[in-house]
């Protein structure tokens, strides 16, 4: 290598910072003019690097698991205590749903229950937490004959926690409900009032837009509520909480920064044709006989 004397090694250094914000506008000027090139880029990128991802997580999930083992171990005394009293009320309830579940079903055969259709899904592992100063989004790794598209819906193990926006061969890209620019129709259980559920970039999404003379209430359950064909209604998300007097928020049942397994469900569109209105009588084609042809009528109301 040529050696550089101080004054040109400081003259370099001095010009690496004009260089790389030239460099930042030159992509985002590109960016503007192909968007669609940027973004099959950036999934080559991402499904390139996903693989990299998962075996640098691998060290933190074995540490991760060690210091909870530690923990566990700390707390198994009063946790073995914990879990007898709760197998007992749990063994309490299992007879009362078995009885609840006998009892729905001879219900629904009586009324000829049609059940809803069987939902396809894909489980996926979290591999990176991609969320920024701007946004909040996970990266999951899938198969290469996966069948995960944009506008699918994430869930844990126990409510939603957002939605496919970008797919790759191997990845995909999921936007969290506390996203700035995640806006959900919601419905509270207790209060029966229907709210829209803003993400802020915080851990909690904000309630706004709810009724005023339906407040949330301290710990109902928040579920979607299928108004816009945003989201199909039903899907648990969390519970009411107020960190501030006038301020509820939603708490997830599984923290958002604690990702480790997703479930990507196709839903289908959520979509309800109605029939044609009745009453109408179909107007003839074919001339009467015994005179010109009988103008269309309403069922029940005579000429």
């Not at 566990?72 to 914990?82: G, L, P």
């Not at 108004?227 to 960190?243: E, K, N, R, T």
Request: aromatic fraction near 8%; hydrophobic fraction near 45%; proline fraction near 7%.
């Amino acid at each position: 290598m040529i050696p550089l004397s101080i004054h040109i090694k400081q003259g370099l250094a001095k010009l690496v910072l004009p260089f790389l914000f030239v460099v930042a506008c030159l992509i985002m000027l590109l960016g503007q003019a192909q968007p669609k090139f940027i973004e099959t880029l950036r999934l080559k990128v991402t499904d390139f690097l996903a693989p990299g991802y998962a075996l640098i997580e691998e060290p933190f999930n074995i540490v991760y698991g060690f210091v909870n083992t530690i923990k566990d171990i700390q707390n198994i005394s009063a946790e073995n205590k914990a879990l007898k009293e709760q197998n007992l009320q749990l063994r309490r309830w299992y007879h009362v749903a078995m009885g609840l579940v006998d009892e729905n079903t001879l219900l629904k055969n009586q009324l000829h229950w049609i059940p809803d259709r069987a939902l396809s899904f894909v489980t996926a592992r979290v591999v990176a937490d991609v969320s920024g100063v701007y946004h909040k989004a996970i990266l999951v790794v899938l198969g290469e004959d996966h069948s995960v598209k944009p506008g699918q819906v994430a869930l844990d193990g126990f409510g939603l926690v957002g939605r496919v926006t970008e797919v790759g061969e191997r990845s995909a890209r999921i936007l969290l409900i506390n996203d700035d620019s995640s806006r959900i129709p919601v419905r509270l259980s207790n209060s029966k009032a229907q709210a829209i559920m803003a993400g802020d970039n915080s851990l909690y999404p904000r309630l706004i837009f709810y009724p005023e003379d339906k407040h949330p209430i301290e710990g109902e359950k928040v579920v979607t509520d299928g108004q816009g064909d945003v989201l199909p209604a039903g899907i648990p998300i969390g519970y009411v909480h107020y960190l501030k007097p006038g301020q509820p928020v939603v708490v997830p049942y599984l923290p958002l920064d604690h990702l480790r397994i997703v479930r990507i469900f196709n839903y289908g569109k959520n979509e309800v044709i109605a029939p044609d209105a009745p009453g109408r009588v179909i107007p003839s084609t074919k001339k009467n006989r015994q005179g010109p042809v009988a103008s269309p009528t309403l069922l029940g109301h005579d000429e």
